[in-house]
């Protein structure tokens, strides 16, 4: 049972770490902070296929025993968590696809997810407490081959995709660059393309409506979409600097709101590196691209590039005082 024990209690480590590096993976969006964690989160999901052997037998041994209520949720929990490693196998090796309009990433996050409460639950009805004993050299040292054979086969699985597929250390796959229209049309998860009445509403700063006037700065930017893809663009408009002129005294945060309600907030030092576009590659920006206008964060994930921008203000607020992720 020993070794059962130390079976499970290294499952739950495993777990717990690609639950934390998959969520940083959203957050993090400029090496090398990108590479640590997405190399983290993939060794992390492919050592537990390598315990599942040892897995295995200890659940062998666990048919064995009466049938109890926490079985099949047991067995759920196993089956989401091998279908969500398995999905991020394929965004790994086949890039950015749709089946049916879902894509291999959506199926990845949304069995993680579910995941979860099983996980949560399982926990409580199969408690494992580590004891002294778990840190001896030979536990460590099969830890150690553990991980070196995860991140041997994390290294694989991303040499078996194509030669020609473009990826970031993010993982995401290369759709569209310097060619709007062929970038996927994607949203953060809660937000949908508002009507046209909506999007042509006057932008506010402050609280007053104003005129864009000269649109004339110009940045090349990748924008990386958590979705699983990434697109190099040159994006053409105003920026915030410009826009909003000097920050009143105790300003500390820029509020970018969508009409949508979608918002996030920035450094007010950051001013002068966020652009507000209104167009891309030379053309007008589409409607699901944001038109008439959005936020181009360089070095940040797609869900800070606000889209369809109405306001902008000037906050005293801290910019760490939100969600890490949109809620709206």
């Known amino acids: 049972m020993r070794g059962g024990r130390r079976t499970n209690l ?16 959203f957050a993090v969006g400029a ?3 990108t590479s640590l964690v997405t190399t983290a989160h993939a060794a992390s999901g492919l050592a537990l296929l390598l315990l599942v052997p040892w897995k295995q037998a200890v659940a062998r041994r666990g048919l064995t025993r009466p049938a109890h209520p926490g079985r099949r949720a047991g067995w ?22 749709t089946v049916l309009g879902i894509t291999a990433l959506q199926v990845h996050v949304a069995t993680a997810l579910l995941a979860i409460p099983l996980l949560v639950r399982h926990l409580v009805t199969h408690p494992q407490r580590p004891r002294a004993s778990d840190l001896s050299r030979r536990t460590l040292l099969a830890a150690g081959l553990l991980g070196a054979g995860a991140l041997a ?12 597929l473009a990826q970031r250390a993010t993982g995401s796959t290369e759709r569209g660059s310097f060619v709007p229209s062929r970038m996927p049309v994607t949203q953060w998860f809660t937000d949908v393309v508002p009507p046209r009445a909506q999007r042509d509403a006057p932008l506010l700063v402050n609280g007053a409506p104003v005129e ?4 004339d700065d110009e940045v090349e930017a990748v924008l990386d979409c958590t979705g699983g893809w990434f697109a190099t663009q040159r994006w053409r408009g105003i920026h915030l600097d410009r826009l909003l002129g000097a920050a009143p005294a105790g300003a500390r945060s820029i509020d970018v709101i969508s009409t949508t309600g979608y918002r996030r907030r920035f450094p007010v030092e950051q001013a002068g590196e966020l652009l507000l576009a209104t167009s891309a590659g030379g053309q007008p920006l589409s409607p699901g691209h944001g038109a008439p206008r959005r936020l181009v964060a360089p070095g940040r994930r797609g869900f800070w590039w606000v889209k369809w921008v109405a306001a902008i203000e000037v906050v005293e607020d801290p910019p760490w005082r ?7």
């Open 212 to 215: 864009l006037g000269v649109l």
């Open 10 to 25: 290294a499952l739950l480590v495993l777990v717990a770490v690609a639950l934390a590096t998959g969520t940083a993976s």
């Open 153 to 164: 086969a994390a290294g694989l699985t991303r040499r078996l995709g194509p030669a020609s």
């Open 31 to 33: 090496p090398p902070a």
């Open 322 to 328: 939100q969600p890490p992720f949109p809620l709206q």
């Open 76 to 97: 759920l929990l196993s089956v989401l968590l091998l279908i969500s490693i398995s999905t991020g196998v394929v965004q790994e090796v086949a890039g950015f696809t």
